[in-house]
């Protein structure tokens, strides 16, 4: 079966009428004339215009309007609705057990890998020490001096080689002997992981000849 617009094409043609002609008939543009013989739908109005185009043609050109406008109905592509699958719809936030459980795992997930960040970077890095005595160029004139300072509580406190004790707060004393030739005091507290921090504090030993 023929399309609508070879119908309208060839039944023009064959009546010699001009498309200019028919428009002077029909007071349709020629474009559209044109249009609609090619079928260029998208180049068309919408559809209840183009029904009244193909009615006033089918006047002009003595067709049958009932068959024009069946062959319109049939030939005239759909056209393609943008349809929004979910218009207006706005999902409300609720606050589910679920949640609370995946919140409380990530929770103490996260409390735990940065406890262990925490302990990681401490058994690494070397010990904190500060030594308030002696002061360096300290004049010793005893045989005798007194070493104290603080460190960490778990760390091993050397002072020029000897074991010294430290408190379960950090702080430490040592005593030791001074000679005549003793010119510095070396302090060193080591981590359990072996990282050392050091102190070297110069005296200048003012012993009696006596």
Same mark, same amino acid.
């Given at each position: 079966? /023929? ?7 060839? =039944?023009?043609?064959?009546?010699k009428?001009?498309?200019? #002609?028919?428009?002077?008939?029909? /007071? ?12 260029r ?9 183009? +029904? ?16 024009? $406008?069946?062959?319109?109905? #049939? @030939? ?11 218009? %207006? ?8 057990? #679920? ?9 103490? =997930? ?6 262990? &960040?925490? *302990?990681?970077?401490?058994?690494? +890095? ?6 308030? *005595?002696?002061?360096? !160029? *300290?004049?010793? @004139? ?6 104290? !300072?603080? $460190? ?9 080689? *000897? ?5 379960? %707060? ?6 030791? %002997?001074i ?6 005091? =070396?302090?060193?507290? #080591?981590? +359990?992981?072996?990282?050392? =921090?050091?102190?070297?504090?110069? &005296? /200048? ?6």
């Amino acid at each position: 079966m /023929k399309s609508i617009g070879k119908v309208i094409q060839e =039944t023009r043609t064959k009546k010699k009428l001009s498309r200019e #002609r028919l428009e002077e008939l029909t /007071k349709i543009k020629k474009e559209f004339i044109e249009n609609l013989e090619a079928e260029r739908w998208e180049s068309l109005p919408e559809y209840p215009v183009v +029904r009244g185009f193909v009615k006033n043609i089918s006047s002009a050109l003595t067709l049958g309007e009932k068959r024009m $406008t069946a062959l319109l109905r #049939r @030939d005239y592509p759909p056209k393609a609705l943008s349809v929004n699958p979910k218009p %207006d719809v706005v999902e409300k936030f609720s606050w589910s057990p #679920r949640l609370t459980f995946l919140v409380g795992v990530f929770s103490v =997930t996260l409390f735990i890998l940065g406890y262990l &960040i925490f *302990q990681y970077i401490n058994f690494i +890095r070397p010990p904190n020490l500060l030594v308030s *005595q002696p002061q360096d !160029g *300290q004049a010793v @004139d005893t045989v005798a001096l007194n070493v104290v !300072g603080k $460190t960490d509580p778990d760390a091993i406190v050397l002072v020029n080689n *000897q074991p010294t004790v430290v408190e379960e %707060d950090g702080t430490f004393m040592a005593e030791i %002997d001074i000679f005549e030739g003793t010119e510095e005091i =070396t302090i060193i507290s #080591r981590s +359990r992981s072996g990282k050392e =921090t050091v102190i070297r504090r110069k &005296i /200048k030993p003012e012993l009696s000849s006596e």
